[in-house]
């Protein structure tokens, strides 16, 4: 009898078996398995390599056909799509439109919307000692009491703004001081980033 796995490694897998190790004897099975298919892989390789070019133009002149045969039929499904769904198709199509319209009325509103809110200026919050600003993005200015384990070194009015500019920067002590320097350091940084831009 002809066994793939080859005569010793079977008979040693059956005594393994035999003397209670069918664990020991399905791993040296699994083994002797992959290494049979890494020699065929391997052989399969070396016989097509002599082959390569004359199987690689063969297998490039098949994928074109069959990429002009599916190409062509996409363009069958298409033309009959488009006749069977023409109304349907148009409907959304003005449908599309309306929404196209309405993004744009939305934009222009959101921008007036920035403009108004940067022209109110400091804006109050619910919350005591705290305002916010518009200007190319949210900024806020708060109050903070000295406290050096929050980052706080000095009691004041802190600056914090859009990414990448400033954050939990002192401003000023007083109020109205506050509100001046931080439309100052606002104007500054947006500057700095128009001329980065350029």
């Known amino acids: 009898m002809h066994h793939p796995l080859g005569t010793e490694i079977e ?19 699994r083994v002797a398995r992959q290494r049979d298919q890494a020699r065929a892989q391997l052989s399969a390789y070396r016989r097509t390599t002599a082959n390569r070019y004359r199987l690689a133009w063969h297998s490039a002149r098949q994928r ?8 062509e039929r996409l363009a069958q499904v298409a033309n009959g799509m488009q006749e069977l769904l023409g ?6 199509m003005a449908l599309n439109e309306e929404h196209t319209r ?9 921008a007036r919307l920035q403009v108004l809110a940067e022209r109110a200026g400091w804006v109050p919050d619910s919350e005591a000692r705290r305002m916010w600003r518009w200007r190319e993005g949210w900024w806020e200015l708060a109050y903070r009491k000295k406290n050096s384990k929050d980052g706080y070194h000095d009691s004041g009015w802190y600056l914090w703004g859009p990414a990448e500019s400033y954050f939990g920067e002192w401003v000023a002590q007083l109020k109205v001081p506050a509100m001046t320097e931080a439309d100052r350091l606002i104007t500054k940084h947006l500057a700095a980033v128009a001329e980065a831009k350029r």
């Not at 074109?64 to 190409?71: L, P």
């Not at 309405?102 to 959101?110: E, F, G, Q, V, Y």
Request: no cysteine.
């Open 102 to 110: 309405t993004n744009a009325m939305l934009r222009t509103d959101m």
């Open 64 to 71: 074109a056909r069959e990429a002009n045969a599916t190409a």
């Open 11 to 29: 008979a040693t897998a059956k005594w393994l078996e035999e003397h209670a190790a069918p664990g020991a004897a399905t791993v040296l099975r």
């Open 87 to 92: 109304e349907d198709v148009r409907r959304l």
